[in-house]
Structure formats: C-alpha cells, structure tokens
C-alpha cells in the first residue's frame, strides 16, 4: 500500500488546491497517467503517478483548498504491497507522525523542486526521526544546519547539536531576533472599525506574492536609475517590420522590441546580468529575460530563453503564446522560474514612470512607462518627439552605479536606433 502525497510543483509552493481527480477508487493506474489537477500559486498543473497500482482510497476531494504539502491525498494499493523510490520531497507532512505505510510522492513534469530547509515563516525541513529527538531534546530545528539531502535536518545533526550544546532554544544571536519581521497589526488595532470593510481571503499566490517581495524590499540593497528615451525610430521600424510579418500573422509589439534590446545590452555589458549568491557572483551565460505578466489574483513572470539569439518574430510568437498561457494558469514551472532579468511595462495603462522591486535572485528589473510626445531640445531647437522613460531597479551587491549607467545606456542607444538590434 502506498499513499499518493500532495507534491511541491515549485520552489515557492507550500500549499495548494486539489482542482480536480481524473481517476476514482478502484481504477487501475500506471506510472506516467495523469491522475489529478494542482492549482499552485502559480499555475493549473497536471500530476502524474509515479507507481503503478489500484486506487484504494482518495483521501481529500476535488475542490479541497489549503492542501499542505505532503500531504497524503489518495492511497495505492500496488503489486505485493511495495512502493517505487520517492522522488525528491521538500518538506515532511505536515502530521507529525509518520505514515506507517510506505510513501511515494506523485510527480509532474519536471520533477519537483525542493526548497531549503529553512524560508521565512516555513516548516522546517527535518526527518521525522531527527524531529522527535529534537522534541525530546528540547532542540530548535531552526537553529540547526541541516546536512541531508537539499538542506535536510537528519539523526545525526541532531547527535552533533547535542555534543556541541547548539540549538537549544534562546541560543540563536541576538541579531536573529531582530531581523525578523515585524507582526502586522489588525485594522481594528489600527483603529479601523469592525464591519465596515469587506476581507477577501489571501490565496496561495497573493500569499507568495506578498511574502517574497517583502523579503526583496526589505533584504536587498536596491537603487534605481532613471532614462529618458525617443523611440520614433523604434516606433518607425516596428511599423515597417509588422508589414513584413502580415503574411505570417505575427505582430511585434514594442514590448516584443524592449525585450530584444534588453538582451542585446545584456550581451554588451554582461556584469549586469548576474545574480549575488553567498559563495559569488554569479555570471549568467545566456539573456533569459522574465517578462510580468498580471493575472487574477496576482503577477507571473514566464521567460523569453535566450533571447539574445531570437528573432523578433520569435519573441512575438513566444510572449503571445505564454502570456496566454499564464492567464490560463497552464504554464509549466520551467516556463516562469529561473529567469536572469525581469521586464515589467506598465505603458499599456498610461504609466509614465515607476520603479519595480527586484525578482529575486536577479540582479535588475526594468520598468517601462508610456511611450508620449514630449518637448525636447534638439540642436537649440524646441522640438516634440515621442519619450519613453524606463527605470532600471539594482541589487547593489551586483551591479552598482556605474555599471547600472553603463547598462541602461547601452540600451538606450538599441532602442533609439533600433537598426543597431541587427549588428
């Protein structure tokens, strides 16, 4: 017998939606068939089995929201009982004891994804071996560093904390207590008065949302740097090259082109497309550009790959078919995680100018205004061209001032000279 447990189908995911069972008790499944429907915080996706066997139960129902991971959600009875080697997992069920029958995750294509051990606000991740003897110790397994797989607290880090005195609670520094973020206030404590508002219950994604652009705003030393730039030119070519394309049914839009230009200047000055991690910088081989993208509920940010290589038409197709696609919440998680540098544009809302907070663990994100016609000094003559302002945002661990000027001006000069995307 083996339970069928809620798996992780992305690093931020720490619950979810059962949406949908496509198999019943007593059908008969095999490795690869689809067998449910997840909604994450990001996306609609379909599991798979991983193990052959008979569905002998189905422990929560379609329609069931706050699903924790690991969670057992159905139970297989196989050939002689025995369960196929787990895939990775991120985190222990969420019931302190262990199932005593056999486990096995399900999966989706890719495999998921395992997170730290330790993320603001999330369970530890710990054996549950190394759980109870941390109880029975009186260890905090936060306090502890974790030497099993992907970050794992495991028996014997719990032995090592107990030769070397570590993890007993209060032991941690001072300044741990400190960074921690402060508890909101009620709207009532704020003096709001009860009843006069109506509370829409955070979802998964709105949840993730605010959790990881708290910790972005909040931990990375960010500045921005502001541009003005005339896009006739760019606005002149995109009609010439729209009327090349009509024969194919392809429209670039001038997002499709700040992309493009994006990744060229990425390829120019390539410091600034770069990631801080504690062991380096790290240097990113390819322009994997993360475009935003709003939804119901939030924002989602799928990835134009190697768009330094891509034709305009290439990226016009790509940006049209995952931007539909994320709305639809049908991406897959390689489609919207990993990306090198993030585009947000706002101009399609007459947006002049604004600043995003940085997608971590990238090291800059572009925000683009509304392309209007503007007065500008040309050779001592006052003169209307059409402006666009674009805010490049920094994480200062990786690309500072000088840098960030040398970037955002290297794309100034594509995008106001757009032949220069063909050099």
């Known amino acids: 017998m083996t339970d069928i447990l809620m798996p992780a189908l ?6 979810g939606i059962l949406a949908k069972w496509h198999v019943k008790v007593g059908d008969t499944v095999s490795a690869g068939d689809v067998i449910a429907e997840i909604e994450t915080d990001k996306a609609t ?25 690991n969670t057992p959600i159905a139970r297989l009875a196989g050939e002689g009982g025995s369960a196929a080697p787990a ?21 989706a294509a890719p ?39 992907h970050g794992r607290v495991i028996k014997r880090d719990i032995e090592e904390a107990l030769k070397s005195g570590a993890g007993k609670a209060g032991s941690a520094p001072a300044a741990a207590a ?4 402060r508890k909101a206030q009620s709207l009532e404590q704020l003096g709001i008065a009860p009843g006069s508002y109506d509370l829409v219950p955070l979802d998964g994604m709105r949840k993730v949302i605010a959790r990881r652009l708290t910790d972005s705003f909040r931990d990375i030393p ?22 090349a394309l009509e024969s194919q049914g392809v429209k670039v839009s001038v997002n499709d082109i700040v992309i493009k230009a994006v990744a060229l200047a990425l390829k120019q000055v390539p410091e600034a497309n770069a990631s801080f991690t504690p062991e380096g910088i790290a240097m990113h081989h390819n322009a994997d550009i993360a475009m ?5 509920g939030g924002l989602i940010t799928p990835i134009i790959r190697k768009a330094e290589t891509k034709s305009l038409a290439q990226i016009a197709r790509e940006t049209k078919d995952l931007a539909g696609r994320a709305r639809d919440r049908k991406l897959k998680p390689e489609e919207f995680q990993g990306g090198t540098f993030s585009v947000s544009n706002l101009g399609m809302f007459g947006i002049k100018q604004f600043a995003s907070i940085i997608n971590e663990p990238q090291g800059c994100i572009l925000s683009v205004g509304a392309g209007e016609q503007r007065p500008v000094v040309k050779g001592g003559q006052l003169a209307v061209a059409t402006v666009m302002t674009v805010t490049l945002t920094c994480d200062h661990r ?14 100034k000069d594509l995008l106001q000279d757009p032949i220069k995307m063909l050099a």
């Open 222 to 243: 960010h500045f921005p740097l502001t541009i003005d730039i005339e896009i006739d030119n760019l606005l002149a070519a995109r009609a010439k090259i729209n009327t």
């Open 87 to 107: 895939p990775q997992k991120v985190a222990e069920p969420a019931k302190t004891e262990a199932p005593k029958a056999e486990v096995a995750t399900v999966a």
């Open 111 to 149: 495999a998921p994804v395992s997170a730290p051990a330790v993320t603001s606000g999330a369970r530890v991740a710990a054996s549950p071996l190394a759980r109870r003897l941390a109880e029975i110790n009186k260890l905090d397994l936060k306090l502890l560093k974790g030497t099993g797989p």
């Open 45 to 69: 996706m379909e599991v798979e089995a991983v193990d052959e066997g008979t569905i002998e139960a189905i422990l929560i129902e379609a329609g069931t929201e706050g699903v924790k991971v």
């Open 10 to 15: 992305s690093p931020t995911m720490e619950e």
């Open 292 to 296: 935003a993208v709003a939804i119901d």
């Open 178 to 181: 400190s960074s921690e973020p």
């Open 398 to 411: 990786v690309v500072d001032g000088s840098i960030g000027a040398k970037y955002i001006t290297a794309l």
